[in-house]
């Protein structure tokens, strides 16, 4: 990492590598994205959590969906969304949601939260909604959900969610255990674990994924373990990407991981089995994520698919 002197009093930056820089967006699929975000009165994750990916995504029309409002009832030290007491949740939401994905024509939508510990059960009812209402509006479009972890009403919650039947339920660790503390302080990960877990106990034909940044300071074999622990709850789809600061107040980059170690990660983690595995710099959890869901499936056949018998000669 290279810093950059201040010249102003202003807090020291780093210099990202070649890898990771993207252009500015600046298509006309951009901005007629924006445009019918703000006409649906939607929020996005793309724009709250300043996404590098944007400009490629929404060029294309595709968006991930942030319900339940802009504002958050935690503070991670990894991520931009605000702070803050949330307004009350919007009655139309699910029904704009649906006819956003209706108006993109979206075959597969991502839809995720912030957290809502204000809420007696989370959002959870909210997911519920939503994917209820794009169902009946897009019979065909698929369905991948970001949840929360539902502090303290995960059970309820998850039941209410896998019963709607989203075709796949992701929720991020995010980091290794030991840096939790600091990384991720409203949450525990084992709790994160055993809520993909109980997901596939309920229904195992509903994919599971969870994602990890790189580069906040955790050791190689730490991440092995997260890739083990992560196969114990019998998860499908693992996704890594390279961490970038927000801003200066938020916690800063220890290391800035090449595409080669990212590489070797993955090959790692295939190993290990799972069905999918995504992990560059610019990974980021919905990016790529209708594709991704179609080589989910096909590997869960290929899985599946009777093996010929051998036949032996006499």
Known sequence: MTPLAPMDGRPER???????????????GFAATRELMRSKSLTTVCEEAACPNIGECWSKKHATVMILGDTCTRACAFCNVKTGMPRAVDAREPQNVAEAAAQMGLQHIVVTSVDRDDLPDGGASQFVK?????????????????????????????????????????????????????????????????LLESVKRHDPSIFTKSGVM???????????????????????????????????????????VTPKAFDAYAGIA????????ASSPLTRSSYHAGDDFAKLRA????????????????
């Open 14 to 28: 780093v210099r990202k590598p070649d890898w990771i820089r993207v252009k500015a967006p600046t298509s006309a």
């Open 130 to 194: 939503v994917i209820h209402a794009i169902r009946a509006a897009n019979p065909t479009t698929t369905i991948e959900i970001l949840t929360p972890d539902f502090r303290n009403k995960a059970q309820a919650a998850i039941e209410s969610i896998v019963e709607a039947r989203p075709d796949v339920y992701n929720h991020n660790l995010e980091t290794v255990p030991r840096l939790y503390p600091t990384i991720r302080p409203g949450a525990r990960y084992y709790a994160s674990l055993r």
């Open 214 to 256: 790189l580069g906040l300071g955790e050791e190689r074999l730490e991440v092995h373990q997260v890739m083990d622990d992560m196969r114990s709850a019998d998860i499908d789809f693992l996704t890594m990407g390279q961490y970038l600061q927000p801003t200066p107040r938020h916690a800063k980059v220890a290391e800035f």
């Open 270 to 277: 295939r190993a290990k089995g799972f069905l999918l595995v």
């Open 299 to 314: 590997a869960r056949e290929a899985k599946l698919a009777p093996r010929p018998r051998a036949v032996i000669a006499v």
